[in-house]
């Protein structure tokens, strides 16, 4: 048996060990001595809250086309058809090894999307043009988020890495993959939290890493593609571009950072030297603005909370557990204010059903004195009267279990603010009211079902009505009418003629 096992072992080590010389460059991006040491570069970088100027330009970047910077970020296109836009750096990059680091968004209401964003490192500005809202026949290398299928064939969205020396265009109908160098399907729209991209260029080597966006830990990259021996130009610019079509996404752009890599051993360059005057002396006095506005506010608040004044500053605002416990209350406050109204409308539900029942016990009285006169008495009133005490006794059990869910809601709150919430209690009884108003409903249906008025209650029949006037007496009096009216056309008639003789 032992010999069983160190074969096995033996087995795995021996595979382990041809596994690493097959794929090297596995083992080694996770060598802890191999790791790069990394620089930030905010002059090829950008990220909010504060990502604009105060003339909406954005430091160090250009934008050109539909591009709408904002202060947290960069809507490259809106959810418009036919829109392309894209930004770009200012200064052109010489770094022989680097790592770009972005986060995006690509929204829509659409189940597909189009045509996508891209991500660019070129030897010249491609501000606009047919790939993605940037210049065809590049001279570098773009990582393209291709989100509409043109060519059919149901492989979309992708993450594609094309190269270019300047003179290739791009293939469109096919979906760029006849020309690109890796590729790896990701689903990259609607998410919950912003998609990341890790795109890492090392030692002519570029590999791309993704955030699929479903957790909001920035660091849960999976793998995609790598490209070796992939060469680029010594100096270019960094972009993002992408474009719309017949269908239209949000194209967001959350931050851009870039990052200069050293191998290990080497010192990084030293930084490069201070900024212009012109530039310092701006941003220097965009900052004392700023300062003042800041003071400016902070005396404004003072003198309308003249209370707080002299509190810590962390006393001022809300913390995790403070907000969580306010929206738990405030729920709550919601909840009784609804179980309030429908209170209210439970009463007068039993108003309604008293004063039919009123009605009914009534008209069951005048039915009986009919039968102690010798007429035989019905049993529908019997059965409504019936049906409408259930109905009124299974309304008073829901507003008994109402008023006791409402004491209960207000011991409940008067022990969080002590400390205890009681929301197991709590969400019990609603559940039991719950219930209860099912079985009131269903009670209701069956009822109704069983005895429907409309088919077994008719409405008393009125007795006949006694004519106040008489055949003969209506025969006299229209022949008397009819004597008089002749009567009195002759007399006129008469006076006419004898005033025609006169004259």
């Known amino acids: 048996r032992a010999l069983h096992v160190f074969t096995k072992c033996l087995a795995s080590y021996v595979y382990i060990l041809l596994i690493s010389l097959i794929f090297p460059h596995v083992f080694a991006d996770n060598a802890v001595g191999d790791s790069p040491h990394r620089r930030f570069e905010y002059k090829y970088s950008f990220k909010g809250p504060h990502l604009t100027q105060s003339d909406g330009r954005i430091p160090f970047w250009i934008h050109t086309g539909n591009a709408i910077p904002s202060s947290d970020q960069i809507r490259i296109t809106p959810s418009l058809r036919s829109q392309k836009g894209s930004v770009w750096t200012k ?194 006095e965009e900052f004392e603005n700023f300062q003042q506005e800041l003071d400016k506010r902070k005396e404004e608040f003072q003198k309308e909370h003249p209370d707080v004044q002299g509190q810590p500053i962390e006393d001022l605002f809300e913390s995790v557990n403070d907000r969580e416990i306010r929206q738990v209350f405030e729920g709550q406050n919601r909840i009784h204010l609804e179980i309030k109204q429908l209170n209210r409308q439970l009463a007068m539900i039993l108003d309604e059903q008293r004063r039919y029942v009123s009605v009914i016990t009534e008209e069951i009285s005048k039915r009986s004195s009919q039968a102690q006169s010798g007429q035989a008495p019905t049993h529908e009133m019997e059965t409504i009267i019936n049906t409408q005490q259930e109905v009124l006794r299974n309304l008073n059990e829901v507003r008994d279990s109402l008023s006791g869910s409402l004491k209960q809601l207000a011991m409940g709150q008067q022990q969080g603010n002590a400390g205890g919430l009681g929301s197991y209690e709590t969400v019990q009884h609603f559940n039991d009211i719950k219930e209860h108003l099912h079985v009131v409903k269903r009670s209701i249906e069956h009822i109704i079902q069983k005895n429907n008025p409309a088919e077994k209650v008719k409405c008393p029949e009125l007795p006949p009505l006694t004519a106040c006037l008489s055949t003969t007496h209506f025969v006299v009096f229209i022949v008397v009418q009819s004597l008089l009216f002749f009567g009195y056309i002759m007399y006129k008639s008469q006076q006419e003629a004898a005033a025609k003789k006169f004259f």
């Not at 010489?94 to 996508?116: I, L, N, Q």
């Not at 993704?210 to 660091?219: A, K, L, Q, Y």
């Not at 992939?230 to 610019?237: A, E, K, L, N, S």
């Not at 010192?267 to 005057?277: A, G």
């Open 91 to 284: 200064s052109p990059v010489s770094f022989e090894h680097w790592e770009a680091e972005v986060a995006f968004r690509v929204s829509g209401r659409g189940r597909m999307g189009a045509d996508g964003l891209a991500i660019w490192f070129t030897a010249g500005q491609g501000l606009e043009g047919p790939v993605y809202g940037a210049a065809d026949q590049w001279n570098g290398v773009g990582i393209f988020f291709d989100s509409f299928d043109n060519d059919g064939k149901k492989n979309n969205p992708a993450v594609l890495v094309v190269g270019n020396n300047g003179k290739l265009f791009y293939d469109h109908q096919n979906d760029g993959t006849t020309q690109s160098l890796g590729t790896c399907l990701r689903d990259f729209r609607n998410k919950p939290y912003p998609v990341r991209a890790k795109i890492t260029y090392y030692r002519k080597s570029l590999s791309v890493f993704i955030n699929n966006g479903f957790t909001p830990d920035r660091d849960d990259y999976e793998f995609c593609t790598r490209v070796e021996n992939m060469i680029i130009p010594d100096t270019g610019y960094f972009g993002i571009s992408a474009a719309t079509g017949g269908l239209a996404d949000d194209h967001d752009v959350l931050s851009f950072l870039v990052f200069r890599l050293a191998e290990p051993g080497q010192n990084l360059p030293p930084p490069e030297k201070e900024i212009p005057k012109e530039e310092k002396d701006k941003y220097q």
